[in-house]
């Protein structure tokens, strides 16, 4: 990454005016009262009943138990009270009302501009209120903005290998034309300081937008929600300081800059952390001594949580992803098509790309109230902490020369820390990790270098889905209903995550009928035991002698390990490596 330099002094413990304190309406009647301990109670409960707390482990243990920790170390607790709102370092909120400004993501590079000004088109006729257009110095924009109308549809270009370039063509093409407020010329912030300025002073010449501080490109590597935030926060600090220093004013400088971050799936993260984004920006600009202003967010539904396997999941993710950017106040969403991960998506995956948004605003009316999650006791708590936690990285990637190497390095550690939780599956990717299906055909897309550009968190288990196992698993179910049961569902599945199929023994009664059955099938040299433990107890010492002396090289048990087999598969294993040496004696 190229290092933005001279960042903020200062911290986020120096006092700061704080917002009026609120009233409170108590709503709740005699009934509906209970405490904490009543909470505790009932959880313990729950939790004894599925063996996840222990008879003698007091009630209060629930919260150790459903407490999860974030990739950025930030415990999140169970339940939300208002004991999480004392000591808090940071204030404000979203004010965006109404609609977001619905924006449709239009790559121009390497495609015939004719064919990417009918995509424009038919967004623009289907709602979009706004494009952003991926181009570079060979793009024809008058071709590609053929019918636009630039004073009523904003123009966001992203032009990184010629900005000025791309720039100057839009603006010729714009010509007298008033230009529709929130365009913006999109000099990427980490550009030379060169093309920063000159693009700047465009802007500034025409009255529109001209910075774009682009936070997914840390998320695309693998970044966390507060390294993301700090890295917006670092580039934004670069961004003023060049400006300033080639003559701009401070409050011109940041009047031309707009943010850009990325929404995923996880609703209440990206909800914290776009409310976060706005209390770090006003620090910074407190800091830097510049009258208050507004963060002007596009938000993108993210990359790396999308799946190329079971595609249609995509729907469903970046419908949660866009509800949140939503909710956190973004002032321009962009919805991703489903279809991304396959190449340049078709007119089916830009259609529901850009209706997701319209559901959301215009049938659940999420866009009705301003900061709808403001005030609960979690999301306020989730947000002093990303905020604390992000202004902790802008500190770390300001000490110094070497500030960029240290952020290559934590983002390193959290993509290994997020790939140990997907390939145990403790992230589970639904249709990928989970409930895979071997026989589904993938909709064919043509071919987008912007497609395979970004690691998505189940690459891992794409690449194992790509190349399937040559031979089935020969499942070696255990007694007459054993082809139905959790261990035999649950080997399947796991097995199938990693494009090995199975071959089931169906209903059998003993040792010579899963024998046969196996050697019916073809003989697979690897067979997985499922059945009870009273089966294993009772006939797998002989079962195990018997298969192998009938083929079998690698015998694996549904459920713990046992004496005399190779392997184990249960809840916990590492799926990834276990199916990579599951593969290797299919082979």
């Not at 413990?13 to 009932?42: F, I, K, S």
């Not at 123009?155 to 365009?183: I, K, N, R």
């Not at 695309?220 to 300081?241: F, H, I, N, P, T």
């Not at 009316?365 to 990285?393: F, I, N, Q, R, S």
């Amino acid at each position: 990454m190229t290092q933005p330099q001279g960042a903020v002094e200062g911290g986020l413990d120096e006092p700061t005016e704080l917002e009026p304190e609120q009233g409170t309406l108590d709503l709740a009647g005699e009934g509906d009262r209970w405490t904490v301990q009543d909470w505790e109670q009932a959880a313990a409960a729950v939790l004894r009943k599925s063996r996840r707390l222990k008879d003698d482990d007091p009630d209060d243990a629930v919260w150790t138990k459903l407490t999860r920790t974030t990739l950025d170390g930030i415990e999140v607790t169970p339940l939300g009270t208002p004991a999480l709102l004392e000591g808090l370092s940071t204030t404000g909120r979203p004010t965006r009302v109404g609609p977001w400004d619905v924006r449709a993501h239009l790559g121009a590079t390497g495609v015939p501009a004719k064919q990417a000004n009918e995509e424009a088109l038919v967004d623009l006729d289907g709602g979009v209120a706004s494009l952003w257009v991926t181009a570079d110095a060979e793009t024809d924009l008058p071709a590609l903005l053929e019918g636009v109308l630039l004073d009523l549809a904003p123009v966001v270009l992203d032009a990184p290998t010629a900005p000025v370039a791309v720039a100057e063509a839009f603006l010729a093409h714009l010509g007298s034309t008033t230009p529709a407020d929130g365009t913006n010329l999109g000099v990427d912030g980490r550009a030379s300081d060169e093309d920063l300025v000159a693009v700047a002073r465009l802007a500034l010449d025409r009255g529109v937008l001209g910075v774009v501080v682009d936070a997914t490109v840390a998320h695309d590597l693998g970044a966390s929600d507060a390294q993301e935030l700090g890295y917006s926060m670092w580039v934004a600090a670069r961004v003023l300081r060049v400006l300033t220093e080639a003559g701009f004013g401070l409050d011109e400088a940041v009047g031309l800059v707009e943010f850009r971050y990325a929404a995923t799936d996880e609703q209440f993260p990206t909800i914290a952390k776009l409310r976060a984004a706005r209390r770090l920006w006003a620090r910074v600009l407190e800091l830097s001594e510049a009258a208050p202003a507004e963060q002007r967010q596009h938000v993108v539904t993210s990359r790396p949580m999308m799946s190329k396997y079971d595609p249609y999941v995509n729907m469903l993710r970046t419908t949660v992803a866009s509800f949140a950017a939503g909710v956190g106040g973004a002032d321009a969403v962009t919805v991703l098509p489903f279809d991304s991960p396959l190449g340049r998506p078709d007119a089916f995956g830009r259609r529901i790309a850009r209706n997701t948004s319209h559901l959301l605003v215009d049938e659940a009316h999420v866009a009705k109230v301003a900061d709808p999650a403001g005030g609960a006791y979690a999301v306020e708590k989730l947000t002093d902490d990303l905020a604390v936690a992000g202004w902790d990285v802008l500190g770390r990637l300001d000490a110094g020369p070497e500030s960029a190497q240290s952020l290559d390095d934590a983002i390193a550690e959290t993509v290994a820390r997020r790939e140990r939780e997907v390939a145990t599956r403790k992230r589970p990717i639904t249709g990928l990790t989970e409930f895979p299906n071997l026989a589904e055909q993938l909709p064919e897309r043509a071919p987008d270098a912007a497609a395979d550009a970004v690691r998505r968190y189940g690459a891992a288990f794409e690449e194992l889905r790509d190349a399937p196992a040559a031979r089935p698993v020969f499942l070696a179910t255990m007694g007459t209903v054993a082809a139905h049961t959790a261990r035999a569902t649950f080997a399947t599945n796991l097995l199938a995550a990693g494009g090995i199929a199975v071959e089931v023994a169906g209903p059998t009664g003993g040792v010579d009928d899963v024998v046969a059955a196996y050697t019916a099938g073809g003989a697979s040299p690897v067979v997985c035991l499922a059945g009870s433990d009273a089966a294993y107890d009772e006939w797998a010492d002989q079962l195990v002698p018997a298969l192998r002396e009938a083929g079998a090289r690698h015998v694996i048990v549904a459920g713990k390990p046992r004496d005399g087999v190779d392997d184990s598969c249960a809840m916990g294993v590492d799926a990834l490596a276990f199916l990579t040496r599951t593969r290797e004696q299919l082979q």
